[in-house]
């Protein structure tokens, strides 16, 4: 597979769409782009349909920078405000049914790994807090204790933005949204411990308010997920709207929510550990080589 | 619940067809060396062969052993399985294939959601996979059934019917299919142990047809099917069906070969406009259409969409499923008290079948539909199919378990106690 699959006939480029040639000449694929090149080359990402401001779309670019291998990466996800975003992707998504996003992706992994054995295949599951931590639950959990090779990311904004403003699991206790119409009554789900628990090769939590962190937490999770087992990114990525974030100020609030409870903490399980810390070296290692030629 | 005599007559035509020989049309595999065994001895023969013309052998084996030899047949992938009376025992049998190398993947997933999700997965990822379940097994997992069609994914779900809660009951009785009918995929019914074999291993290439790409389900009626003994001809095992070719398909796979693309085949269309609604709406047609597309298969196939015996009766039993042994004999029956019967078959039920049921009942007087299901769903499809609907007796039925004597099946014929 090559950006040759599919090849436009000599003459014929010209008259295709100017965001398919600019994809195709300048675009993210067979190539790791960095932050700092951002506004420079074709993103796999550029127009969608979120609100102002949206912090889970700011994320949504980082993460379709970071992903390690953008021309082999299909992303899963479900009902809710970031599948508005995720379809609008220069990568193929599946859009399942409700709360079904690691039950598919279980099976479209092991689909791909039958087919390519050579290539790996990443699948990344990405959806929001309803979708995972709610109706997704079941199937977030048997993935992990199964092992699934596949990375599942939480857009977490609180609350059902795209319903309109429902309470979530991962509300915090007693705020005050539709369907908890005297605040909610219990904490936010402890995604992070329950992945630990359950055999999570790596996890984080992270808000995005450092690009370069971001894009390089969901490489690492996307690396180890390949070759280790399951990773779980748990976003802070407010929603402006139910919350009445005003659009100037969501990266303060998203800076205000990292320092008050939502920094950035990674864990690694040993054998995680183990293969990072041997890539990290082989890389580094690969590095030196190539300046010194 | 069988008529052994003219099951096995029927059987015996089916082998002594079989003269033409292992005419193997292999394309990759060569021919098995003699140290092979299992799995690793198998080739791959054209459909046509192993379904229709490959030498075979009567063994005498309960449906879920039919079914297990169907999928070792069948080159499958990736099964994902998950208990449920009365299907717990086929899948098992899956997982022992499993073990022994004739498929490549297989886990026990969390329930029906989990695995009729993952199945999803699966077929987006250009492979051939299976399931099975039951009941209320399907009932749990039909949010992402009625899925597969509009996402164009073909794979085999097996379903072995059996009572749906409440109250709790693991009988025999066939109301799930009545849920399963309008969710866009194929519904194949077999009669018996047989058709489970036959109708399984073809359900795969119907699916994947291109002109098709749809998931295929195979009813049968638990117990009377899957634990009950029956006799089942089949081919050796040392052939197999070609793989799934997915990109012969009429969507493009979900593997990302062919960057730079952005395909959501599954994307919400949900914007309120005329392009949204005229593109659901074709959506679905189109995939009703691929159901009747799927009929000049299923008619190589299964040997024609309908069996009709006895053509010329005035009175025309219709029915699918266990209740077709039980109308066979009522037929012969019926022949002894010097009554004109006949039965139409009906093999699927999506596509149905309503030219060929007008066709075969039209010269009837009385039209008959038993039934092992409480609110009759096919005595509707055959209402709303055949004219002068007044001719059709919607029963008698029987449910949540009970059997069907013939003699139930002969008073409604006769219209008097028998």
């Not at chain 1, 401001?53 to 899963?76: D, K, N, Q």
């Not at chain 1, 859009?95 to 699948?123: E, H, M, Q, W």
């Not at chain 1, 690492?220 to 919350?243: D, F, H, M, W």
């Not at chain 2, 001809?233 to 493009?252: F, G, Q, T, W």
């Amino acid at each position: 597979m090559s950006l040759e699959t599919i090849k436009p006939a000599p003459g014929f480029l010209d008259y295709l769409p100017k965001e398919y040639q600019d994809l195709i000449e300048d675009g993210p694929f067979f190539q790791q782009r960095k932050v700092s090149e951002l506004g420079s080359f074709k993103e796999a990402i550029e127009e969608h349909p979120m609100c102002a401001g949206c912090a889970m779309t700011l994320f949504i670019r980082l993460v379709y920078l970071g992903l390690p291998s953008l021309e082999h990466s299909v992303i899963i996800g479900t009902a809710g405000c970031g599948r508005l975003a995720l379809t609008q992707g220069a990568v193929p998504f599946v859009y399942g049914n409700y709360g079904d996003t690691n039950c598919v992706a279980s099976g479209l992994k092991r689909g791909l790994d039958i087919r390519f054995k050579d290539t790996p295949k990443d699948v990344i599951v990405m959806a929001g807090d309803g979708g995972l931590a709610d109706i997704g639950f079941h199937g977030v959990m048997h993935s992990w204790f199964r092992k699934e090779k596949f990375t599942t990311i939480m857009l977490d904004n609180e609350v059902y933005g795209n319903t309109g403003g429902q309470e979530s699991g991962m509300t915090q206790k007693g705020m005050i949204l539709k369907m908890a119409p005297t605040g909610k009554k219990f904490e936010k789900m402890d995604m992070l411990g329950l992945a630990k628990t359950s055999g999570v090769a790596y996890t984080a939590r992270i808000a995005p308010t450092n690009p370069t962190r971001v894009v390089n937490t969901i490489r690492k999770a996307v690396l180890i997920a390949r070759e280790v087992g399951p990773t779980y990114i748990q976003a802070y990525t407010s929603c402006n709207i139910e919350y009445a974030i005003p659009t100037p100020k969501v990266m303060d609030d998203a800076r205000d929510v990292e320092k008050d409870r939502y920094g950035f903490l990674e864990y690694f399980s040993d054998e995680a550990k183990e293969y990072w810390d041997r890539s990290e070296a082989e890389r580094k290692k690969a590095r030196k080589e190539q300046i010194k030629q | 619940m069988k008529d052994g005599v003219k099951v096995e007559e029927k059987l015996e035509q089916k082998t002594s067809k079989d003269k033409a020989g292992p005419q193997v049309v292999s394309e990759k595999a060569p021919a098995p060396q003699e140290e092979l065994k299992g799995a690793a001895a198998q080739r791959i023969v054209d459909p046509d062969y192993l379904i229709l013309e490959a030498p075979r052998k009567r063994e005498f084996i309960t449906g879920s052993e039919a079914a297990k030899e169907a999928i070792r047949r069948a080159n499958v992938d990736i099964a994902i399985a998950y208990p449920i009376t009365p299907q717990s025992e086929t899948m098992q049998q899956v997982g022992y294939l499993y073990a022994e190398g004739y498929i490549k993947d297989y886990y026990r997933a969390e329930e029906e959601i989990g695995v009729m999700g993952a199945i999803a997965g699966a077929s987006r990822a250009g492979v051939r996979s299976l399931t099975a379940t039951a009941g209320p097994g399907l009932m749990r997992g039909i949010e992402q059934i009625a899925s597969w069609p509009g996402g164009r994914l073909p794979s085999v779900l097996l379903i072995m019917c059996r009572v749906v809660n409440c109250p709790l009951a693991i009988q025999p009785d066939n109301v799930e299919l009545s849920y399963i009918l309008n969710c866009g995929g194929i519904v194949l019914h077999g009669e018996n142990q047989q058709d489970f074999y036959d109708y399984s291993l073809a359900a795969f290439m119907i699916g994947e047809k291109p002109e098709v790409t749809l998931p295929v389900a195979v009813a049968v009626d638990g117990f009377f099917v899957t634990h009950a003994r029956g006799w089942v001809s089949m081919p050796a095992e040392d052939i197999k069906l070609p793989p799934r070719n997915c990109y012969h398909e009429s969507v493009p796979m979900m593997d990302n070969e062919n960057p730079p693309i952005r395909i959501s085949r599954d994307a919400p269309i949900q914007k309120s406009n005329f392009i949204s609604y005229q593109m659901h709406a074709s959506w679905q047609q189109e995939v009703f259409a691929a159901q009747e597309r799927a009929k000049k298969w299923i008619n190589r196939w299964l040997g024609g969409i309908i069996e009709v015996v006895n053509p010329k009766a005035k009175t025309m039993i219709v029915a699918s499923g266990a209740a077709v042994s039980q109308s066979r004999e009522a037929v012969r029956q019926a022949e002894e008290m010097g009554l004109d019967v006949g039965l139409v078959k009906i093999k699927s039920l999506r596509p149905f079948p309503a030219q060929e049921l007008i066709e075969a009942t039209d010269h009837a007087d009385k039209i008959i539909v038993p039934e092992f299901n409480y609110v009759g769903w096919l005595a509707k499809e055959v209402k709303s199919t055949v004219g002068r609907n007044e001719r059709v007796f919607a029963g008698p039925r029987v449910f949540g378990g009970m059997s069907m004597p013939t003699e139930l099946i002969l008073e409604a014929i006769t219209g008097s106690n028998i």
